[in-house]
């Protein structure tokens, strides 16, 4: 009932903040100010430029026509509109506007910026990442359709009533890979946001995607859409934190369909209510629950001999593939510098037991516990479900201090308990380490615990993207809370020496001695286990193709590089990838090289697991010439 309540006066919210956008007498405009943020072509091309598409003429039309493309279909629509170049905005021009959007980047808002603002495909993770919104970087995979709509949304209803064409087509078959494969039906309703273009010769730039597992957990955002991607049916296309908006499609207004200007309209109009009402929490965690789900589901003997089964036909794929490209060759065909490097990729026909399989899922930990059993497994996830808290913003393990009072870590029975338990002296120390773990609080007596709690029992909400935590939902009454900064981009220190779930991928490197005056360059990358980087994707895929990098002095030449094998990515047709550790080498000569000079090399990459991938890293290390 309270939810029911509470969503009625949001949409009453809405109505009053629509009237209050009304259309300017005269005009048939709305009565807004948006200012619009992207590249002005008149300045330099960027060397840098947040839009990615595989085809490189994509990005040049983009830079070129999205700025004059924005500002005649915005001003269609808006009473007064405003373009900027990225490099001349500041945060005091969104102060004076009702609505901001921005198309290009880098944009650095600080943590207390609470103007409404549309943050359009990877302008989302880049801004979101940095101060905990929950647009994180799930995949720069989103194509050109919506599903998964919250059709009764606001959004595609007022100001502008749309009627959105559904039209039952396959499910994206990257959605049957995991858990969720059994209740996902093999069509879904989908609505076209990016208008076909048969006559196109280049793809249009990619669009973004944030996870979906906890998007709505917390009372301050919402899931609204989801989209044909390359992840799973809940990842968000669109969707709202605080004041702002994520809309993940890459598509201007001259790519967009009727139907999403329309709805690209509204949206402007919605994220308008949510002026100075920034996000009361900040995600700090990526995987939650539904892990043990998805643990439950690869722990499984069937699909390990499936696993078999497709790394064997991906084989058979790739010399067929590699056979194709040397017909070509011999034809006098130039194949490309990533063709090549795929053609001298080896084949392995190494088979991966079924012990290693459940260690690369699950960890050794697990392995030695309970071997090949898989029951086992299921078991103890099953019987923990309710007690799995996070060690990191990545792992999950089970909260042994918890599962002793049998209290599920979700429910504020849990917190009541501790409480008490502290009001009456019983096992004292561990009432407050679970107190201190499951809130945000730092109390130091019973009674301070159980004011607290008497407060704000009715404004508790649980969230296992905050951090597996009971926060105060302060959203109706504080709309000007200093939301704290928080780094969500990947750092590599200096240090690491091992692979994290932070940090996937470790590149080294070393000079070998290759004899005749030459030496070796080798490049190894250690994988954490579960975790993969891409050997060859197939045209249009917008996964990144690892890179292998090296900067030499003046004079100096490589070799063509060559690579260890790549194997059949599971669940991603003509997809190879490098599991657990690749080898990259290529020789150079050394005739003129003098002991200490430094030779940088490493890798170009993008690593990803099964349920996420992280934006594109460029990592070098340095070598010295002995």
């Known amino acids: 009932m309270k939810k029911i309540v509470s969503v009625l006066l949001l949409c009453l919210a809405f109505s009053v903040a629509v009237s209050a956008t009304a259309i300017k007498p005269g005009t048939g405009k709305i009565a807004l100010k948006?200012?619009?943020?992207?590249?002005?072509?008149?300045?330099?091309?960027?060397?840098?430029?947040?839009?990615?598409?595989?085809?490189?003429?994509?990005?040049?039309?983009?830079?070129?026509?999205?700025?004059?493309?924005?500002?005649?279909?915005?001003?269609?629509?808006?009473?007064?509109?405003?373009?900027?170049?990225?490099?001349?905005?500041?945060?005091?021009?969104?102060?004076?506007?009702?609505?901001?959007?921005?198309?290009?980047?880098?944009?650095?808002?600080?943590?207390?910026?609470?103007?409404?603002?549309?943050?359009?495909?990877?302008?989302?993770?880049?801004?979101?990442?940095?101060i905990g919104l929950k647009f994180d970087w799930y995949c720069q995979c989103l194509e050109d359709d919506a599903l998964n709509i919250k059709t009764s949304h606001p959004i595609f209803n007022t100001p502008i009533k749309v009627n959105l064409t559904l039209v039952n087509r396959p499910t994206p078959g990257s959605f049957f890979n995991g858990f969720q494969a059994a209740t996902t039906p093999k069509e879904m309703p989908m609505w076209k946001v990016i208008k076909e273009d048969p006559s196109a010769k280049n793809k249009y730039i990619i669009g973004m995607v944030a996870h979906g597992e906890g998007f709505n957990d917390s009372p301050d955002a919402e899931a609204i859409s989801g989209g044909v991607c390359l992840k799973n049916a809940e990842a968000v296309a669109l969707g709202r934190h605080g004041n702002y908006f994520m809309w993940g499609?890459?598509?201007?207004?001259?790519?967009?369909?009727?139907?999403?200007?329309?709805?690209?309209?509204?949206?402007?109009?919605?994220?308008?209510?949510?002026?100075?009402?920034?996000?009361?929490?900040?995600?700090?965690?990526?995987?939650?629950?539904?892990?043990?789900?998805?643990?439950?589901?690869?722990?499984?003997?069937?699909?390990?001999?499936?696993?078999?089964?497709?790394?064997?036909e991906g084989n058979a794929r790739l010399l067929k593939m590699q056979q194709e490209l040397k017909d070509r060759k011999a034809k006098g065909e130039d194949i490309g510098k990533g063709n090549e490097a795929f053609l001298k990729m080896p084949v392995t026909d190494e088979v991966q037991s079924f012990d290693d399989y459940l260690k690369s899922w699950t960890g050794s930990g697990m392995y030695d516990m309970f071997g090949t059993n898989v029951d086992a497994y299921h078991k103890y996830y099953q019987d923990n479900l309710e007690y799995f808290y996070p060690i990191d913003g990545y792992s999950l393990?089970?909260?042994?201090?918890?599962?002793?009072?049998?209290?599920?870590?979700?429910?504020?029975?849990?917190?009541?308990?501790?409480?008490?338990?502290?009001e009456k002296g019983e096992d004292t120390a561990v009432a407050q380490k679970l107190l201190e773990?499951?809130?945000?609080?730092?109390?130091?007596?019973?009674?301070?615990?159980?004011?607290?709690?008497?407060?704000?029992?009715?404004?508790?909400?649980?969230?296992?993207?905050?951090?597996?935590?009971?926060?105060?939902?302060?959203?109706?009454?504080?709309?000007?809370?200093?939301?704290?900064p928080v780094s969500g981009d990947i750092k590599t220190a200096a240090t690491t020496t091992v692979p994290t779930r932070a940090d996937p991928v470790v590149v080294t490197a070393t000079l070998v001695d290759a004899g005749a005056g030459k030496k070796q360059v080798v490049v190894n990358a250690d994988i954490l286990q579960?975790?993969?980087?891409?050997?060859?994707?197939?045209?249009?895929?917008?996964?990144?193709?690892?890179?292998?990098?090296?900067?030499?002095?003046?004079?100096?030449?490589?070799?063509?590089?060559?690579?260890?094998?790549?194997?059949?990515?599971t669940g991603g047709e003509g997809m190879f990838v490098w599991e657990n550790k690749a080898t990259f080498t290529t020789e150079i000569s050394a005739k003129t090289l003098k002991p200490g000079t430094t030779i940088k090399c490493g890798l170009y990459y993008q690593v990803c697991d099964n349920n996420k991938c992280y934006p594109p890293k460029r990592k070098l290390v340095e070598v010295k010439v002995l």
């Open 397 to 422: 393990q089970v909260d042994e201090d918890a599962k002793k009072l049998g209290i599920s870590n979700r429910k504020v029975e849990l917190l009541e308990k501790c409480i008490s338990m502290l």
């Open 530 to 569: 579960g975790w993969h980087i891409y050997a060859y994707v197939p045209k249009d895929s917008p996964f990144i193709v690892t890179e292998p990098v090296i900067e030499l002095p003046k004079g100096i030449k490589n070799t063509e590089w060559k690579s260890s094998a790549g194997v059949p990515f």
């Open 34 to 130: 948006v200012l619009y943020v992207g590249y002005d072509p008149a300045k330099p091309k960027p060397e840098k430029i947040t839009y990615y598409s595989t085809a490189a003429g994509a990005i040049d039309e983009a830079w070129k026509t999205r700025m004059a493309d924005f500002k005649a279909f915005l001003e269609t629509r808006f009473d007064k509109v405003e373009v900027v170049d990225v490099r001349d905005y500041n945060v005091a021009m969104s102060d004076k506007v009702d609505v901001t959007i921005a198309d290009a980047g880098p944009i650095n808002l600080p943590a207390n910026f609470n103007r409404p603002i549309v943050l359009l495909h990877q302008l989302a993770p880049d801004v979101g990442l940095p």
């Open 249 to 312: 499609f890459s598509g201007s207004p001259n790519h967009m369909t009727d139907e999403a200007k329309d709805v690209f309209v509204n949206t402007v109009c919605y994220i308008k209510k949510f002026d100075r009402q920034q996000p009361i929490m900040k995600k700090v965690q990526i995987e939650n629950r539904e892990w043990v789900n998805e643990m439950i589901y690869r722990s499984d003997k069937a699909l390990y001999e499936k696993t078999l089964i497709s790394r064997k």
């Open 437 to 484: 773990r499951y809130t945000t609080e730092k109390f130091s007596s019973a009674k301070e615990w159980r004011d607290w709690l008497t407060k704000n029992k009715p404004n508790l909400y649980y969230t296992e993207a905050g951090g597996f935590k009971f926060m105060v939902n302060t959203y109706k009454t504080e709309t000007a809370a200093v939301v704290s």
